[in-house]
Nanobody, 120 residues
Framework: QVQLVESGGGLVQTGGSLRLSCAAS????????MDWYRQAPGKQRDLVAT???????NYADSVKGRFTISRDNARNTVYLQMNSLKPEDTAVYYC??????????????WGQGTQVTVSS
C-alpha cells in the first residue's frame, strides 16, 4: 500500500552536511506521521525525528540544533537536513510512515535505509 524510497546518504567529513529524502508512494491518501530512525553498527535502532501532516515536529536530544525534519505534502516527501555532522552520527538511516495524526511506537511502513558515514 505504501512504498518508501530513500536517497541522499553518503560519506562526509566531520562538520559537513547531508540532506536525506524519502518519497512515499500511496494508492490512497491518508493523514500520516513520518519519521527518521537510525541504527549504528552493534546498536539498537533509535528515533531521530518525527513530523506530522500538520507540521508538528520532535527531535532526539542528540540531534537538536543540528538536524531539521521537514515535509512537502504535495509530493508526499519528507526530508532530513543534517548539519554539523559528527562521527557518532554514522548509521543506517531509515524512513518510516504511520497512518494517523499521532506517532505510535511501531510505524506501519519502513524504507530500506540509506547509509550515512561521517569520517573523523
Amino acid at each position: 500500500q505504501v512504498q518508501l524510497v530513500e536517497s541522499g546518504g553518503g560519506l562526509v567529513q566531520t562538520g559537513g552536511s547531508l540532506r536525506l529524502s524519502c518519497a512515499a508512494s500511496t494508492s490512497v491518501f491518508s493523514i500520516n506521521v513520518m519519521d527518521w530512525y537510525r541504527q549504528a553498527p552493534g546498536k539498537q535502532r533509535d528515533l531521530v525525528a518525527t513530523i506530522t501532516s500538520d507540521g508538528r515536529t520532535n527531535y532526539a536530544d542528540s540531534v537538536k540544533g543540528r538536524f531539521t525534519i521537514s515535509r512537502d505534502n504535495a509530493r508526499n516527501t519528507v526530508y532530513l537536513q543534517m548539519n554539523s555532522l559528527k562521527p557518532e552520527d554514522t548509521a543506517v538511516y531509515y524512513c518510516a510512515y504511520t497512518v494517523g495524526w499521532e506517532k505510535r511506537s511501531e510505524p506501519d511502513y519502513w524504507g530500506q535505509g540509506t547509509q550515512v558515514t561521517v569520517s573523523s
